[in-house]
């Protein structure tokens, strides 16, 4: 009776059945899940609750009112041979488990089966509690373990004797412990008749699971308590995937906070640049305050690196993909690298065979691996060796790792790995997080390695990180193998013009612009250089000064975020009107974001910010002169 009564309580549906699969015994869980009464429930087939099947163990199962749930079915038997089944749901999971039943065997050797109507015998019931696939535990009035089952046993990974007789609290981790008592003495002191809680149970490895842990109440035959029955599913998987998601939205807020950031820098950059520009023009090297301006300018250009950086992060940054041979590349590098990480250092390259090219941004690939060997060589302040192996890998299926899925494919696998100091276990989630450093304050920016994410993953690649402390770091890098067919992308435009006489042009330009300061820039750059220039600071605004004016508009210039209308809703109206009017989108967002616009319209031309008046002129004269 006490052991129908533990599995009665079991927080997950259960039931034995013979070959035929005629249900001999089932929890009052089960029962009150399919809506049926456990006696009623008993000499039926299971089938007949069963709805729908599919592949690999999925089902729906139906209760007695034809409602339906999903499910998933394991079948785990003896031997090949057929027996009793115990059948559990668990709570959190939702999933169904077939489990082997280990039936009494007679003299001949072959599974016992009982008839559906015979009674459940003791031994069933103590099998039943044995085998059922969650950890059952009782608990005396002092915390006592009485007893446990086997289940509970393989989740500790230890020997019964090690457990029955010994406090239930040290087989919880201090951190829950205070929880823990709390919850259960409200169970004993009659304020709580059932309790759920999630806890952490060390392991006799140095591992520690996650468990959701379900206590209630026993009684004796006067109704009156004589323990605590706990029930425990192991939770571990689904709360490392929790984590793993959390942590990918996590850097998904970032990245898009970082992008929002930086544009807003790249605006601010755009008139500081522009202006010190304006001044130069006026103020030559034998000014005195042309010295001064160039300061100004420079750090502007300082700043200007430091937002890349957190475009590279955020995967917001314009990237010039070209078709690279890694091997040829990384030979390239190995005298830099050499002289950046010292004398100290060794470093060595391992190439494979058969490395097929990727296509990746050049300029940003080197940062990539200069990143990651300053990263290493500040590792080894007392020396060390630093390897980077280049080798092909191949997924047949889509693989998961950490919380990346890897689709299936032909990578080339880029290794960097030192015999550093290793990084900690509780650092490893946030090392790609911008501004996150585990060095002293003021010995860098935190931004090294989220640049480094951001890179990759907006090459269409991979970056998974494996360390330890006082093991070394490996870094590896999965980059998609560049297809045959593909064309080598064209090199990064530069401006075609040489000197300032090149730059100037004649004809009118809309400029569209809702930072003041940008557009103010802007507009003198152009009238300097020959232009008739018509302002707007939005797009609704673009529209009435279109309306308003004479003159012919051989140019549209606008930003492509703006409050209100942006850019590309302003060309597409404007288009109906002046199909033949030029167009020059800018933004202090990578082009790649608004690429899906751009191609469906050839003749619009993308300037990213910041950008110097050189530049900016070089593109107006640029598309100007364009038939």
Not at 19 to 44: C, E, F, K, M
Not at 249 to 269: E, P, R, T, Y
Not at 407 to 419: H, K, N, R
Not at 542 to 555: F, K, M, P, T
Request: include cysteine; glycine fraction near 10%; charge should be negative.
């Amino acid at each position: 009776e006490k052991l129908a009564d533990l599995l009665d309580l079991l927080p997950a549906g259960f039931f034995s059945a013979d070959g035929d699969g005629v249900i001999l015994y089932v929890n009052q869980t089960l029962a009150r899940w399919l809506g049926v009464s456990p006696d009623r429930l008993v000499g039926t087939a299971f089938a007949d609750f069963v709805a729908e099947t599919g592949s690999e163990g999925d089902l729906k199962l139906k209760d007695a009112e034809g409602r339906t749930f999903s499910a998933l079915l394991e079948q785990s038997q003896r031997d090949g041979d057929t027996g009793d089944v115990a059948y559990t749901r668990s709570l959190v999971l939702r999933d169904f488990i077939w489990r082997d039943p280990a039936a009494g065997m007679d003299a001949d050797g072959a599974h016992a089966i009982a008839s559906p109507f015979e009674p459940v015998s003791g031994e069933r019931l103590r099998w039943l509690y044995d085998e059922a696939p969650v950890g059952i535990l009782l608990l005396d009035l002092d915390g006592n373990i009485s007893d446990c089952n086997r289940a509970f046993l393989k989740l500790l990974g230890c020997h019964r004797d090690m457990v029955v007789g010994a406090p239930f609290a040290e087989h919880i981790s201090r951190e829950d412990r205070g929880d823990v008592s709390a919850s259960l003495s409200k169970i004993v002191m009659g304020t709580a008749r059932a309790a759920h809680m999630e806890v952490r149970l060390p392991t006799s490895g140095d591992s520690e699971l996650t468990i959701s842990l379900y206590a209630s109440r026993m009684e004796d035959g006067s109704g009156d308590i004589s323990g605590l029955v706990l029930h425990f599913i192991d939770a571990t998987e689904q709360k490392n995937l929790e984590i793993q998601f959390t942590q990918s939205q996590k850097m998904q807020a970032v990245g898009q906070l970082a992008g929002g950031v930086a544009h807003d820098f790249n605006n601010l950059l755009t008139a500081m640049i522009g202006f010190c520009d304006l001044l130069l023009a006026r103020h030559g090297p034998e000014d005195p305050s042309f010295a001064d301006i160039q300061q100004i300018r420079q750090n502007a250009k300082r700043a200007t690196n430091l937002v890349r950086q957190l475009l590279a992060f955020s995967r917001q940054q314009t990237l010039t993909a070209v078709r690279l041979d890694i091997t040829e590349t990384l030979s390239e590098l190995s005298n830099l690298l050499g002289r950046l990480i010292g004398e100290t250092v060794g470093i060595r390259f391992e190439h494979g065979r058969d490395i097929v090219p990727v296509r990746v941004d050049r300029g940003q690939f080197d940062q990539v691996i200069i990143n990651l060997a300053v990263n290493a060589r500040d590792a080894m302040p007392g020396g060390g060796s630093l390897v980077i192996r280049t080798s092909k890998a191949t997924f047949d299926t889509p693989t998961q790792r950490g919380h990346d899925l890897v689709p299936a494919g032909c990578y080339t696998l880029i290794e960097v790995a030192d015999t550093g100091t290793g990084i900690a276990r509780e650092d490893m989630a946030r090392i790609f997080e911008p501004f996150f450093s585990t060095k002293e304050v003021g010995a860098g920016t935190g931004l090294g390695l989220s640049t480094v994410y951001g890179i990759v993953h907006q090459t269409g690649g991979f970056i998974f990180v494996d360390s330890a402390l006082g093991e070394g770091t490996t870094f590896s890098i999965y980059l998609p193998e560049c297809a045959d067919d593909e064309e080598q992308a064209d090199a990064e435009a530069v401006p075609s013009a040489a000197s300032d006489a090149d730059l100037t042009g004649q004809g009118t330009v809309l400029l569209v612009e809702d930072e003041d300061a940008v557009r103010l820039f802007g507009a003198r750059a152009l009238r300097n250089k020959g232009y008739t220039v018509l302002e707007a600071d939005n797009g609704e605004s673009a529209l009435d000064v279109i309306n308003a004016s004479d003159e012919r508009i051989d140019l549209i210039i606008s930003d492509v975020i703006m409050p209100g209308m942006d850019g590309h809703t302003l060309v597409n109206l404007v288009r109906h009107e002046l199909p033949r009017v030029k167009v020059i989108l800018m933004s202090g967002y990578a082009e790649d974001i608004f690429q899906d616009e751009i191609n469906r319209d050839p003749t619009i031309e993308f300037l990213g910010k910041p950008f110097s008046l050189k530049e900016f002129a070089g593109k107006v004269k640029e598309v100007m002169e364009r038939l």
